[in-house]
């Protein structure tokens, strides 16, 4: 079946530009995870959706991330007012919610200028 | 300390070797253990997953749990240039996953 997809893959965007990343889960799967990895770094938990229950945000750095997800569906993550050190790799990843299996996206890397 | 510590590298072995890696974490009441593949460029790709104290296998991948020593690893037999890759140690906190930095390991023909 169909995997995460992610769009888009890859944008760049100027300096304080809002800019929005898009992520659609494998079907079926309730759990949804946003993570950043910076170049060269580690993976970075930045928020968790489940099912209809509130968002898990302690991994967003600051109050200009922001993610929404409708139902068990798409999740929009919304960056405002970019600056340069959010450059980075956004990688989107699901899973079933009954196993901590998490399957990734393709990732949408995002270029500030 | 951090969740989950694993030896950066890089990890050299020639075609045909066996490569080792190795996981330690820090929470004990984690119950389940990944490794994860990530190409250059691309998005990490689950590969195994363990649950159980003991020795899992698959294909040419073992990952081996030891709870009471909190720490996982991952053999690669018959390393091929095809496995140059970082692989991911990531380790369940709750419901999330908390990952380690990555061992890079290169197959060397």
């Known amino acids: 079946g169909a995997g995460v997809s992610q769009s888009p893959s890859n944008k760049v965007t100027e300096k304080g530009k809002d800019v929005e990343l898009r992520c659609d889960p494998i079907?079926?799967?309730?759990?949804l995870y946003w993570y950043r990895q910076r170049l060269g770094q580690g993976l970075e938990f930045l928020i968790y959706?489940?099912?209809?229950?509130?968002?898990?945000k302690s991994g967003l750095p600051s109050d200009r991330f922001s993610a929404e997800r409708t139902g068990e569906s798409v999740s929009t993550l919304t960056i405002q007012r970019t600056q340069q050190e959010d450059s980075a790799v956004y990688l989107c990843?699901?899973?079933?919610?009954?196993?901590?299996?998490?399957?990734f996206g393709p990732g949408t890397r995002l270029t500030v200028t | 300390q951090k969740e989950v510590e694993q030896n950066s590298g890089p990890l050299s072995v020639p075609e045909g070797a066996i490569a080792s890696l190795n996981c330690t974490y820090s929470?004990?009441?984690?119950?389940?253990f990944f490794w994860y593949r990530q190409y250059s460029g691309k998005s990490p790709e689950l590969i195994m997953s363990?649950?159980?104290?003991g020795d899992k296998e698959d294909g040419r991948f073992t990952a081996q749990l030891n709870k009471a020593s909190q720490y996982v690893s991952l053999l690669i037999r018959d390393s091929q240039p095809s496995d140059s890759a970082t692989y991911l140690c990531?380790?369940?906190?709750?419901?999330?996953?908390?990952f380690g930095a990555g061992t890079t390991v290169t197959v060397r023909a």
């Open positions: 990843a699901s899973s079933t919610g009954h196993s901590y299996e998490q399957y």
């Open positions: 079907s079926g799967h309730t759990a």
């Open positions: 959706f489940q099912g209809n229950s509130a968002p898990d």
């Open positions: 929470d004990r009441v984690s119950q389940s």
């Open positions: 363990i649950y159980s104290n």
């Open positions: 990531a380790v369940n906190n709750d419901y999330k996953l908390s």
